[in-house]
């Protein structure tokens, strides 16, 4: 049926998502077990990836895609990959073989995968060489090309590896089907160009480049319209937005003019790299209501010889000119921070830095990793000798300190009204809710209440979850 198929299409006719989006509905309705085909989008790793697979999700519902968390019912799998440590390409190489099985019992099962880890070589090449069950791997660079990979693997009956291919272009107009439908992601650029020593996203995702302002504001309006609540900006470094543009635009204006867009919603961004963060950026958090009041603003290490090595360009005493400042200008302002333990050649007195850092910056919460060297990137070249058992100590005192931060922030916040947005129920019948600051708290309540902003009391603090009764 396949080689029939291609007979009948002239496929030098076609470059487009939408077209062959068409041909491969009549192609994946006929290869599916059931009335629908079913497809399986698994998403690794940050909100770049998650708002690439909505992006994989919208167009496989262009082609007639229904969608299951199942494998066993799926007709297509996809995993979108994340690089970012060695941990998170383990857990995507154990899950690929898992699905081995799978494919033995339903062979027309057509297993792709995409992301971060594809754009590396030496990962492809294992991935083709390990996995002869696998038909597509396909880079970051080629999302807008997904379903022409998947219409030649089928019809052609090949496996296909398209990588490697970053042509800087931002290709709009890729059908999305979101996951929420009051929480969403909105990006605003691509790639990064600053080279952290021990990052590998530079390399998997490209050079930066901005998207322009009027597409960005069409997507914020559109999002609003349809009710979204919640909309954070995305970007590796959002604050170098505009440098690839034209026409002079800054991070701190686009976050303003969205701000002035008519309607009940709130903005969130990320991610804010301390070297290029403004006072302009501050001052327009401070002057909008709908922005909200939590900046997430990587720091990495509280050593200036750390940062010197990371290639991070501030230091801690630039860093914490930003903080005081923002502290100063934005009431009860929310801070949280990336943080990397265990960088080759870090000692425990640079350690002790980083330690020192947070409880003078007083997080509302951190996202905590011991370094994983990344091949091709200059960190991990770079001498290494303290052992994984002696940073994970380090790695559990700090989770220690942040947890007496976070549980002291909590208690703060105990007989005060916040406004929330209710996200969803919990088993027990309590429904989960975010603070402006990004902070949870649970109420009780309906379900109708999903999807509102609710005025909520906090009554009891639980270290960094909070315990409520509305108003
Ligand atoms: N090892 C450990 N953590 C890393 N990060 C990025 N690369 C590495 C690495 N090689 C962390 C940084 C970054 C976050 C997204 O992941 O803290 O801000
Ligand atoms: Fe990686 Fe640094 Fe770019 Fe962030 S700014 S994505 S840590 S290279």
């Known amino acids: 049926m396949d080689n029939q198929l291609n007979q009948n299409l002239n496929t030098a006719d076609l470059n487009g998502i939408h077209e062959y989006s068409e041909l ?5 309705k ?6 629908v085909p079913m497809a399986l989008v698994r998403t690794y790793g940050c909100q770049q990836n998650v708002a690439d697979s909505e992006k994989l999700k919208g167009m496989l519902k262009e082609m ?13 799998i996809i995993f979108n990959t994340c690089a970012i440590r060695e941990h998170a390409e383990d857990r995507v190489f154990g899950n690929v073989g898992a699905l081995k099985n799978i494919k033995r019992r339903h062979p027309s099962l057509i297993i792709a995968l995409c992301g971060c880890m594809m754009e590396q070589e030496h990962i492809a090449e294992r991935i083709y060489k390990s996995f002869s069950f696998v038909s597509l791997v396909f880079g970051t660079h080629e999302i807008h090309n997904f379903p022409k990979l998947l219409y030649s693997t089928i019809t052609e009956n090949h496996r296909i590896v398209a990588r490697g291919n970053d042509d800087g272009i931002i290709h709009e107009n890729i059908p999305t089907l979101r996951d929420g439908t009051f929480k969403g992601w909105l990006s605003i650029m691509y790639g990064c160009n600053n080279f952290c020593t021990y990052c590998i996203v530079p390399y998997v995702r490209g050079r930066e480049r901005s998207r322009e302002p009027e597409v960005i504001m069409q997507e914020a309006r559109d999002m609003i319209a349809a ?7 995305l ?4 604050n170098s937005y505009g440098k690839t543009l034209e026409s002079k635009k800054t991070f701190a204006s686009l976050l303003a003019d969205i701000a002035e867009l008519d309607g009940d919603f709130r903005l969130r961004f990320m991610t804010s790299h301390p070297k290029d963060l403004s006072n302009e950026l501050i001052d327009v958090i401070a002057s909008h209501d709908k922005i909200c009041n ?37 009431p009860n302002l929310s801070l949280t921070s990336d943080i990397i333990v265990g960088f080759p050649g870090e000692t425990y007195e640079d350690f002790q830095q980083t330690l020192s850092l947070i409880k003078e910056v007083e997080y509302t919460s951190l996202f905590t990793f011991i370094f994983s060297p990344r091949v091709g990137t200059p960190a991990a070249k770079m001498d290494d000798p303290i052992p994984y058992e002696e940073k994970s100590k380090w790695f559990s005192e700090l989770l220690k300190v942040q947890e007496e931060i976070a549980a002291k922030r ?34 009780e ?17 639980r270290n960094w979850i909070l315990k409520g009764k509305l108003v």
């Open 24 to 28: 491969l509905s009549d192609i994946l």
């Open 30 to 35: 006929f290869r599916a077990r059931g009335e």
């Open 64 to 76: 007639g895609c229904d969608f299951t968390e199942d494998e066993n019912e799926a007709d297509i």
């Open 227 to 233: 009710g979204y609540k919640d909309i954070t900006l």
């Open 235 to 238: 970007g590796q470094n959002v």
């Open 294 to 330: 939590h900046i997430h603003l990587p720091f990495q290490s509280g050593s200036d010889r750390i940062l010197k090595l990371m290639n991070r360009h501030y230091d801690r005493k630039r860093y914490m000119e930003i903080v005081n400042y923002a502290k100063e200008k934005i």
């Open 410 to 443: 909590c208690e703060s916040m105990v007989s005060k009204t916040y406004r929330v947005l209710v996200e969803s129920a919990k088993p027990n019948g309590e429904l989960t809710s975010r603070t402006e600051e990004n902070i949870i708290v649970e109420f």
């Open 445 to 461: 309540g309906s379900e109708d209440l999903i999807g509102t902003f609710q005025n909520v009391e906090v009554t009891k603090a």
